[in-house]
């Protein structure tokens, strides 16, 4: 994480104060502070003076496009406010769920709720994040804060918001264009501040003509400075693009030296800057004293830490020197983002590297480092940052050229219940050249091999061969080993080869063990514990089942779609001892996972529906068996040849025939009536709910009825208190 990003920007020598718009802040009791202007206005100027007051209870949070994904965002959120006060462990591990941009906004409400004294929260520069679950999260922050509390927002665009309904409770103050502009007494002080000395006409002109426009008036004061013979400096823009560009080339990059003019706009590829990245970006020496140099001379350059050995430029400063870049030397920005991308791979930064072999077009280290660190990545929750990654190569039309990428891209989609996808991406990697080691030390062939076990396309005999042609070509150190054995154990066990299938599970947990493979180690135990069943061995599934719930607690595996299987089964296990309270718990953790088991992933969907049927059985619940029944044929249809999975769908059907009665309950909600319950406990409407999830307002108006009929309420906060009861919801 980067820690800058958790500080305001250091004060630029000579910075105005804004007193009296941050008197205006400081008296405020609204819980919404929206700052909203277009660039150069001096919107983080006024929130780094406002929080300056506000401290020590006041946490800064600076947005860049890589929080386009709620894990990132919410942690650094998350980060800044346990700065304040420590907040219960908890909301860190709910970061990593599938789940965390509904989830953990509501813990993070509920955590400052808790402390003694109200807080303050900047969000810094969120025109860049324009993930709607991202947005979303900000809302619902923005919306449940307790009362003293406040959430201040700097922009260039309108927030993300319900603006309306804030502004009809009172409960937001707006700071826009007028407010920031610079009028009486700090027009004249910014410019002394930059070493210009003007009478008050040609104050009262400049404000004029730049509408007070504070970074057009720093910047005329620069030109002033950097020898320019003109007396109207700064009266010819008021902030458009294409006359702030002229005047910069004009009257900066043309007064300093062109070894000066150089290093701005070629480092202006660069988010921050040290001396050895700006050494290694421009292929020469002599950085760290021209990043100093600058500083000195107050041309926008800002320290980004306190030993001043990295920097950023003012942002709407690097946006200009960058289009003058593209302008005078279009032909060298690739190779500058191919020696920046470089550089950050080898110092350990692995995504600021793929960003700029992105921005170069070099896939080949895309694909590389993206392999690299996309499956810990995932594994820390950030399922968009790598699915953002993928889709690069999506966009590029190269699927079919990087097998490796194309096969991790079928995975997560397949993780995330969209078969669809997944079998786009399946069907590229097969298209892909079969021969070959990739960079993580695995060949093509039983990388793809890999891929088609787990999706078990052909039936059981074709998933068995493909797990150990995948095992033939992985690498020792591979963690995808274990998920090939355990795959290879689970075709002997739809064999109804229990022996073999045991056998070979046992080395499969081993290797899960030992890689540190966590949230699939309990997946493994819960086959074992089927295997146990079915040879009517409940004492050594009852063993298994402590261990797997003893993993389960040490991490947070809630939301992982592999949980499902895990839960159902321990479900039927403790219902099976006469833990009927349990039971119904664990099934409730278990249905909350239903969306996400569809026939791209189908054998342990199967495994899992069976399951959670079979604990419906034992509850006498045959509204809900059937339900699982309807999902379990879906998967079928699409995947019809596996093995002993079937003829065992059957033997559920003929059990849940033989139960009468039973009116619809939570079991039986659908999994479209499942999507829709986290929803349903934010603050969209329906017609909002609906746009999320690419359905009508008609359509989650009906849903959310059924819901409400299933769970015996009457409105949608008796729902959501209802699905928290039953564990349908992730804990807030």
């Known amino acids: 994480m980067a820690e800058s990003k958790l500080r305001a920007p250091a004060a630029r020598a000579g910075i105005v104060p804004r007193k009296a718009l941050v008197d205006r802040l400081v008296r405020s009791h609204e819980p919404v502070i929206s700052v909203v202007a277009p660039p150069g206005y001096g919107k983080t100027t006024v929130l780094s003076q406002w929080a300056e007051r506000r401290r020590p209870r006041v946490g800064w949070v600076s947005a860049d496009v890589r929080d386009n994904d709620p894990a990132v965002l919410l942690t650094y959120i998350a980060m800044a406010i346990d700065r304040i006060e420590r907040i219960n462990p908890a909301v860190f591990r709910a970061l990593a769920s599938p789940a965390a941009a509904v989830s953990v906004p509501l813990l993070l409400v509920s955590a400052v709720a808790a402390f003694g004294q109200p807080v303050s929260l900047v969000l810094d520069h969120i025109e860049v994040i324009t993930n709607r679950e991202c947005l979303d999260a900000i809302a619902q922050l923005a919306l449940g804060l307790p009362p003293g509390s406040q959430l201040a927002i700097g922009s260039r665009d309108g927030l993300p918001l319900p603006t309306a309904r804030l502004r009809a409770q009172g409960a937001i103050v707006e700071i826009g264009v007028d407010d920031l502009a610079m009028r009486g007494s700090e027009a004249p002080a910014l410019l002394r501040g930059a070493g210009v000395e003007l009478g008050d006409d040609d104050v009262g002109e400049l404000v004029g003509r730049t509408e007070g426009w504070p970074v057009g008036l720093y910047l005329a004061a620069l030109a002033m400075t950097s020898g320019s013979p003109r007396t109207d400096l700064g009266l010819t823009f008021t902030g458009d693009d294409r006359f702030m560009a002229d005047y910069l080339r004009s009257e900066i990059l043309d007064r300093v030296s062109p070894a000066e003019a150089s290093f701005l706009t070629r480092t202006s590829i660069l988010e921050t800057m040290s001396g050895p990245l700006c050494d290694a970006t421009l292929d020469e020496a002599g950085s760290s004293s021209a990043l100093q140099g600058l500083e000195d ?405 009906t849903q959310a009825i059924s819901v409400y009929r299933k769970l015996g309420v009457s409105s949608r906060s008796e729902a959501i208190t209802r699905m928290r009861e039953l564990g349908l919801l992730a804990h807030a």
């Not at 080898?346 to 499956?375: K, S, Y």
């Not at 791209?600 to 604990?615: D, T, Y």
């Not at 029944?629 to 040849?641: E, V």
């Open 297 to 701: 001379r107050n041309l926008l350059v800002l320290p980004v830490d306190h030993r001043r050995e990295w920097y950023r430029y003012h942002h709407l400063f690097r946006e200009l020197l960058s289009t003058e870049l593209r302008r005078r030397e279009p032909g060298i920005v690739p190779e500058l983002h191919l020696r920046a991308a470089a550089w950050f791979e080898a110092n350990g930064m692995p995504e600021t590297a793929i960003d700029h072999a992105q921005a170069a077009g070099d896939a080949g280290r895309v694909a590389r480092v993206t392999l690299t660190v996309a499956n810990p990545v995932w594994a820390s929750g950030r399922a968009d940052t790598v699915l953002r990654w993928m889709k690069w190569f999506d966009d590029q039309g190269l699927v079919e050229r990087y097998p490796g990428i194309a096969v991790h891209g079928a995975l997560m989609f397949a993780l995330t219940g969209e078969p669809g996808e997944t079998e786009r991406w399946a069907m590229a990697a097969e298209r892909a050249h079969s021969g070959g080691t990739l960079d993580d030390g695995n060949t093509v062939e039983g990388t793809v091999a890999y891929l088609r076990a787990l999706l078990a396309r052909e039936g059981v005999d074709a998933m068995r061969r493909d797990a150990q042609t995948a095992l033939g070509g992985l690498g020792p150190a591979s963690p995808y080993r274990a998920t090939m054995l355990y795959t290879e154990g689970v075709s002997h066990l739809l064999d109804q080869d229990l022996e073999r299938a045991d056998a070979i599970l046992a080395h499969a947990l081993d290797v899960a063990a030992a890689a540190r493979v966590l949230p699939f180690v309990p997946v493994v135990l819960a086959t074992r514990g089927i295997v146990a069943i079915e040879r009517d061995d409940w004492d050594e599934a009852e063993t298994f089942a402590d261990r797997a719930a003893a993993v389960m607690e040490d991490g947070d595996f809630d939301d992982y779609w592999t949980s499902a299987l895990v839960y159902a089964w321990m479900a039927r296990v403790a219902v099976h001892g006469g833990d009927v309270v349990r039971g119904q718990e664990l099934a409730a953790r278990a249905a909350r996972l239903r969306r996400l088991l569809t026939y791209a992933l189908p054998v342990v969907s199967v495994q899992a529906l069976l399951e959670l049927g079979r604990v419906y059985v034992a509850l006498a619940d045959p509204a809900g068996g059937r339900t699982i029944l309807r999902q379990i044929d879906d998967i079928l249809r699409q995947r019809p040849k596996l093995g002993d999975l079937p003829r065992q769908a059957a033997d559920l059907r003929q059990a849940l025939d033989a139960i009468r009665g039973g009116a619809p309950g939570a079991s039986s909600l659908t999994t479209a009536e499942l999507r829709l319950l986290p929803l349903l406990q934010t603050h969209l409407t329906f017609r909002e709910i609906g746009d999320r999830l690419y359905v009508s307002r008609h359509t989650v108006k």
